[in-house]
């Protein structure tokens, strides 16, 4: 059985850090694209971050690029997402998710999400 598993969420001030976590099992890590989607009360689902497990390639939404970092752990078969400069218009729930390849990643043709962790920003 596919599972990922966020934490990390919480409440940080406006310009401050979080870092989220996504532990995954249930299938060959490596061969997968893993990143995050967000949503906010009345706003759509976005694309956050995402890694290729196998060769590291990332992808970033404009809104985070250069304040998040997303890194990936394969002995531990993890997917780390850091964010710094934090806005208030970053608050939502963040979802990992899981792709066969980055195009079905992009595309929301996703094998399996994830609980969610709220990220609540304070201005």
């Known amino acids: 059985e596919v599972q990922l598993v966020e934490s990390g969420g919480g409440l940080a001030q406006a310009g401050g850090s979080l870092r989220l976590s996504c532990a995954a099992s249930g299938f060959t890590f490596d061969d997968y694209v893993i990143g995050w989607f967000r949503q906010a009360p009345g706003k759509e689902r976005e694309g956050v971050s995402a890694i290729s497990s196998s060769d590291g390639s990332t992808y970033y939404a404009n809104s985070v690029k250069g304040r998040f970092t997303i890194s990936s752990d394969n002995a531990k078969t993890t997917v780390y997402l850091q964010m710094n400069s934090l806005k208030p218009e970053d608050a939502a729930i963040y979802y990992c998710?899981?792709?066969?390849?980055?195009?079905?990643?992009?595309?929301?043709?996703?094998?399996?999400w994830g609980q969610g962790t709220l990220v609540t920003v304070s201005s």
């Open positions: 998710a899981t792709a066969y390849d980055a195009i079905a990643w992009l595309g929301e043709a996703l094998d399996a």
